[in-house]
């Protein structure tokens, strides 16, 4: 009767639509299946140190060999697409004539690795269950978290956590490098949408099912949240309940995820409070956060404003800021925003715009004087 109710109530509340909703039906409002793809070049390379062939594979050992170790620790790493010239190229040759035989570099086809993200959700949806649709800030983080993981072996092995997750987009493609990867957010009829995105991923994407856990966070809550209780048969009241194994592995954290989760003041008020309780808990963390501006008509301004844009930046300081040592000053967040024109577009399926942004984030506790 309950879960009637709520279905009539959101059906009487204002809808609204993202921009990515490619590969669905026309004039359909979900929910559906969009195959999202990447790419990336399978290249062979040389380890200097051992000698030893590795190819780009699921792990991206190679980019980590080639990138971010740069030769310092692994040798001379090379690319086999730029190392495997002919010696004998270098003679000149003649024919009969006495003319010079020019040879002809062939050309060598670059073999990709395609991959496939499926994500179930809605194309249309009440405001407080924008979390079944996929948001343009979700797949400029996506990029990035694909960008580092091909480029660096930054996330490998890591506990992450997603905050207000939505579809998952963003912890899935994360656990194809990640140790463990907490997807969080709130609401059965979301959660179920998440889980189901991660059983359709993990044998495409060749992550471990078990590793992810999809699991409720309320912002209105206190950290920790409460453990799950159980009934009379033993069994959890609800499968995204948290157990106190994985509280204490979720503080070891040392990446949190967010993505299209600034829009309202009082939303912002809490999604910071839940970062001050995470990011003051266990491990030293850095957020990564994308946000899109949406503008609208303001009676106040009298001026198009993106709604709760400057209230998320007055969360945020300078290094100057957050040295200052004063017990009576709140802890201190603070931002640098990630130029998106340098990481690639990995997912080929949507338009950046110009008005999406990405901020990395991280928390100082001040010191009294």
């Known amino acids: 009767m309950e879960e009637e109710e709520e279905e009539e109530e959101e059906e009487g509340e204002e809808q609204v639509m993202s921009e990515v909703h490619l590969g669905c039906p026309p ?33 991206a050992e190679c980019s980590i060999l080639a990138e971010k170790n740069n030769s310092a620790v692994h040798g001379n790493v090379e690319c086999s697409d730029h190392c495997d010239k002919d010696p004998s190229s270098d003679i000149l040759t003649v024919d009969n004539d006495g003319d010079l035989v020019v040879s002809r570099r062939r050309n060598k086809t670059k073999k ?22 996929v948001w343009r800030a979700s797949l400029v983080l996506t990029d990035y978290v694909l960008h580092r993981s091909f480029t660096s072996c930054d996330f490998n092995g890591i506990t992450a956590i997603e905050l207000g997750a939505g579809t998952g987009l963003v912890g899935i493609a994360l656990a194809r490098v990640a140790g463990s990867v907490f997807i969080t957010d709130i609401g059965t009829e979301i959660l179920d949408n998440c889980a189901t995105n991660v059983h359709l991923n993990s044998s495409w994407l060749k992550f471990d099912e078990t590793e992810v856990h999809v699991r409720e966070l309320d912002w209105r809550e206190s950290w920790p949240p409460l453990i799950g209780k159980f009934d009379l048969l033993s069994q959890p009241r609800s499968r995204y309940s948290w ?3 994985e509280i204490e592995e979720a503080e070891r954290a040392v990446v949190l995820l967010a993505a299209d989760v600034i829009y309202s003041d009082n939303l912002t008020d809490l999604f910071f409070g839940t970062l001050e309780k ?40 300078n290094d100057e800021d957050c040295g200052r040592q004063n017990d009576k000053l709140p802890p201190c967040f603070k931002g640098e925003q990630i130029d998106i024109s340098e990481i690639p577009q990995y ?13 990395r984030i991280t928390y100082c506790l001040r010191q009294q004087t």
């Open 112 to 133: 990709c690795l395609t991959y496939v993200m499926a994500i179930k959700h809605n194309i249309t949806s009440s405001l407080r269950n924008v979390g079944l649709q």
């Open 27 to 59: 004039r359909s409002t979900g929910p559906c299946t969009t195959h999202f793809t990447f790419s990336v070049p399978s290249i062979d390379v040389v380890d200097g140190r051992s000698n030893q062939k590795l190819s780009l594979d699921d792990n």
């Open 278 to 317: 995470l990011m003051s808990h266990g491990s030293e963390k850095v957020l990564y956060l994308a946000l899109e501006k949406r503008y609208n008509f303001s009676m106040e301004e009298l001026d198009v404003v993106a709604n709760g844009y400057e209230h998320f930046r007055s969360f945020l300081n």
């Open 347 to 359: 997912v080929k399926e949507y338009e950046r715009g110009k008005d999406v942004e990405l901020w």
């Open 243 to 245: 157990t106190s194994a």
